[in-house]
């Protein structure tokens, strides 16, 4: 082939693989758009096509595709047909596809030692030279113990009948990354993080000097469970390593061998060296198109050789600009978060000159891990600015810290300290500075804390606050309305505390809030700010004492959040924000009873709550969210007592209304977690209480929902405890509804996936939790229920005594809620129920001590007795146990208790 020739078949080979992996209508209409912009182009193609046509039938691709473009041109023949044939130990079944490099056959395993299936590709010969097929089946060996959980394992290669080349590799059944993004309409940190498991495989090939050359998304399955699979890595080395003379490394050789135009690096379309750089480009190209919906610099309308052209000399458009301009909803949608340092990243990935990309695939998956941590990327200076730019955005991306916020960062470290050492200086430079100050206190902890809030990263303000809270609690001189402003900022800080736990520490900056917003608003015009900003300080007080547990003190801080906001509504009683504040100020104080069994004092706060919300909903707009989720909130709470008073019927009432607000709520929302996590937990509340009614289909119907819902959700963020332990719980009551219908082996394998999950969340999540403890105690029911109807009424007991003498027994009696409450006696009642039946399999089962522990834990509630069914049936079983069955108010709760479930206690 002389230099003109050369030049013709650089153009012509890829253009030729394009075309092998097309088929029928789809290679016609390519080759019609070749056709119109290079008719001799488009003829020697079809001579090379109608060739490969007619090689496939002559000793299956033995001759190089392209070994002639002179001579007659066979006619096309049907492609061979190996089903059900066998090679070595695999059983061939079916093709999967043709393209540029052979045929592709899905096999199974013949010989017995295990099952499973396998992809086997038989590459044509004359991609390798001849009498090399030692080297080739050396080189395979070596290239399957590339392991990697994101590369399609190479398993075996060799050469069949002598002359044949063919791969074993394992099948993957997936959609291609691009097609798999857009039809889950992933989100752009989804995607990226999909994209890190293919720098993931890349990188670790690179690691063992080892290149594809090849990628794109054909090569990149994503599985239906989302694990990325990387094919065809390493088949580049067996082709070179059978033809190179060894003068080049693998990690630098000459572009020679095939690739797709399309993810071509600029060196590779000019035939020059190839490195891990070379691949790098690829990964660009491939992330510019899970971005912004097209590719950098390919248009439809171009020719082949403008493609090639624009691959070596046409800068693409930055990122975020395509994105803008895309059909696409998900991009169109995202196209903002682009901009800065994704723009950069995709820009470095893709310079056309090889020493300005990443180096390598780790390289770029660095900076990608840091964008989606927030911290500042390497391929751009880290600037002073730019760091804290970061350091502000975090992990959530809707919250769009701006340059006035990171300026209000910088000027906010040293606030207090500037204050000290400047109070020498002329009185109206402190009064600017003070006011200054004043300002960007209030744009941090005010504004800025409102966008913060509602995706939960309000941490992200906490350094800032403690620098800044010896300056927040000076009231020296200062005016009412920097007061007020000072009081809302310790408030928050004090709000960021409590979220983390540090419950001790969010004491502090809350008790100075309150003492600077002390006695009456300091003006009618003030009054409303000044009566929210008060409750405001003593809800977040309160809430600190509620975790710890100190729940007289809890309560004492949410009557005055009470008093602060009754005393607003008093002056504007259709401000439908005062009425929605002191709605949320008596239900805080309903939780509070309700912790303490004080039934009575709770339903009248959780009434008082939902009154105040019914008004304030009334006036509210129809979208508005909030209000409506918080009035279910309230019925849900109302419910929850009236189910703990034994009033079902009017407990399942209000549930029903709270899930039917909430799912009103959703649909102007239906994306939204937060809301489909509410209604998920007001179902499986409804469940309860449908299942006490003898409902137990609806009951089943509505906890599976339930279930669905929540495991939607820990889909969607796994790390999420709340969603997570709920789901758990969900799934525990609808195992419960279903046990009676079930067979004995489905529920004790039911009972067993239980078990498995509660103990996977014990280890992810190992702090104390009341419901982890419910979990643990239903569970340990449910297995002694299942094991007593097999008729291992012994194992079911000591099921039930071990759980009473466990660790998670005896934290639930230091928790004073009635659901823990709850769960410590129901074990025991069920052990007593089980003795009474079956007293011959008591074995060590210390029977009093359990009724004794029954009758000291009922002291500690007394209110309970009477009103709550389970832990009354539970009392009444140890008094007789006891041997004080007789005793009249013994007497009485067994009375109330033979009544219809859903009946009033007389109490």
């Known amino acids: 082939m002389d230099a003109l020739d050369k030049q013709r078949w650089i153009a012509l080979s890829p253009l030729l693989d394009e075309l092998l992996d097309l088929e029928g209508p789809d290679r016609a209409r390519r080759l019609a758009e070749i056709r119109a912009g290079d008719v001799a182009m488009a003829e020697h193609l079809e001579a090379l096509l109608a060739r490969d046509e007619a090689l496939n039938e002559d000793a299956f691709l033995e001759q190089p595709a392209a070994e002639s473009l002179q001579g007659p041109i066979p006619s096309a023949v049907p492609p061979l047909d190996f089903r059900g044939e066998s090679l070595g130990p695999y059983e061939l079944e079916r093709e999967l596809g043709q ?39 050396r080189e395979g060996q070596i290239l399957a113990r590339l392991s990697h959980p994101n590369i399609a394992r190479l398993l075996d290669a060799g050469v069949h009948n002598g002359h044949q080349p063919y791969l074993v590799l394992e099948y993957v059944d997936g959609l291609p990354i691009d097609r798999y993004c857009q039809i889950n309409a992933l989100d752009v940190e989804s995607r990226i993080k999909l994209f890190l498991d293919v720098l993931a495989a890349v990188a670790h090939a690179h690691s063992r000097l080892i290149l594809h050359r090849d990628l794109k998304p054909s090569n990149i399955l994503v599985t239906h469970d989302g694990q990325v699979k990387l094919l065809d890595f390493g088949i580049a080395k067996l082709l070179d390593d059978a033809t190179q003379s060894g003068m080049a490394t693998e990690l630098t050789q000459r572009a020679g061998s095939a690739f797709t135009p399309q993810y071509a690096a600029p060196e590779q379309v000019q035939q020059a060296d190839v490195t891990t750089a070379t691949d790098v480009y690829a990964l660009g190209v491939l992330l510019y198109q899970l971005l912004g919906g097209r590719h950098p610099t390919a248009d439809d309308t171009q020719t082949h050789l403008d493609r090639l052209r624009a691959v070596v000399e046409l800068v693409p458009k930055r990122l975020s600009d395509v994105a803008r301009d895309q059909l696409d909803p998900v991009i169109a949608r995202q196209s903002k978060l682009l901009k800065g340092d994704l723009d950069t990243i995709v820009s470095k990935a893709l310079k056309k000159r090889p020493a300005e990309r990443y180096a390598n695939a780790e390289s770029m998956a660095v900076d990608l891990r840091h964008w989606l941590a927030h911290e500042p990327i390497t391929a751009r200076p880290d600037t002073r600015f730019y760091v804290l730019r970061r350091f502000v955005r975090r992990h959530r991306l809707s919250v769009a810290a701006s340059s006035l916020a990171v300026l209000a960062m910088m000027s906010l470290t040293g606030i207090s300290v500037l204050q000290a050492r400047r109070a020498e200086r002329a009185e109206h430079q402190a009064q600017e500075r003070r006011q200054q100050a004043e300002d960007l206190l209030s744009y941090m902890l005010g504004e800025f804390a409102d966008k913060l809030r509602p995706v939960g990263r309000l941490e992200l303000l906490d350094s800032v606050g403690s620098k800044a809270l010896t300056y927040l609690a000076q009231d020296q001189d200062a005016t009412p309305m920097e007061r007020l402003q000072r009081a809302k900022a310790l408030t928050v800080i004090g709000e960021v505390r409590v979220s983390k736990r540090n419950l001790k520490e969010a004491l502090e900056p809350l008790t100075a809030a309150r003492k600077l917003l002390e006695g009456l608003p300091p003006s009618d015009a003030l009054t409303g700010e000044w009566r929210k900003a008060q409750g405001a300080a003593a809800f977040w007080v309160g809430h600190a004492h509620y975790y710890s547990r100190e729940l007289d003190k809890a309560t004492e801080a949410w009557l005055a959040y009470r008093d602060a906001e009754q005393a607003w509504v008093d002056v504007e009683p259709k401000n439908r924000e005062a009425l929605i504040e002191l709605s949320y100020a008596y239900n805080s104080l309903g939780t509070a009873r309700l912790e303490t069994a004080d039934l009575e004092g709770a339903l009248d706060h959780f009434k008082r709550s939902i009154t105040y919300k019914r008004e304030a909903v009334a006036s509210a707009d129809p979208k508005d969210m909030g209000v409506r989720g918080d009035l279910a909130d309230s019925l849900s709470w109302l419910g929850t007592t009236y189910f703990m008073k034994g009033q079902t019927r009017a407990a399942e009432t209000m549930f029903s209304e709270a899930t039917a607000v909430i799912a009103g709520v959703r649909s102007f929302a239906p994306g939204d977690g937060a809301w489909a996590y509410r209604e998920a937990f007001m179902r499986r509340w409804r469940a309860e209480a449908l299942f006490r009614l003898a409902k137990r289909p609806e009951a089943i119907q509505e906890a599976r929902t339930s279930v669905e819902l929540l495991r939607a959700l820990h889909a969607q963020d796994p790390a999420n405890a709340q969603w997570w332990l709920n789901l758990i719980l969900s799934q525990v009551a609808a195992l419960d509804f279903e046990w009676q219908a079930l067979s004995s082996s489905d529920r004790l394998s039911r009972v067993n996936q239980v078990r498995t999950q509660i103990e996977q969340f014990s280890k992810a999540k190992p702090a104390s939790n009341p419901r982890l403890l419910e979990a643990w105690g239903r569970w340990s029911v449910l297995l002694a229920k299942t094991l007593a109807v097999q008729g291992d009424v012994a194992g079911a007991m000591k099921v039930l005594n071990d759980e009473a003498d466990s660790e998670n027994s005896m934290k639930s009696v230091a928790l004073p809620d009635l659901r823990s409450v709850s769960i410590y006696v129901e074990t025991r009642l069920q ?77």
């Open 99 to 137: 393209g540029g490099m052979g045929a592709v056959w899905l096999a199974s395993r013949a010989d017995g030692r295990f099952e499973g299936q396998v992809a086997v590709k038989f590459l044509k010969s004359g991609l390798f030279g001849k009498g090399d097929s030692g080297r080739f089946e």
């Open 831 to 907: 052990l007593i129920a089980l003795a009474r039946a079956h007293p011959d399999a008591l074995g060590s089962v210390d029977l009093p001590l359990r009724c004794k522990e029954i009758d000291d834990i009922t002291v500690k509630i007394p209110a309970a007795i009477g009103v709550h069914r389970l832990i009354t049936q539970a009392w009444v079983e140890a008094q007789s146990c006891l041997g004080r069955g007789q005793r009249e108010e013994t007497r009485r709760a067994a009375e109330w208790l033979a009544r219809d479930r859903s009946l009033e206690s007389p109490t």
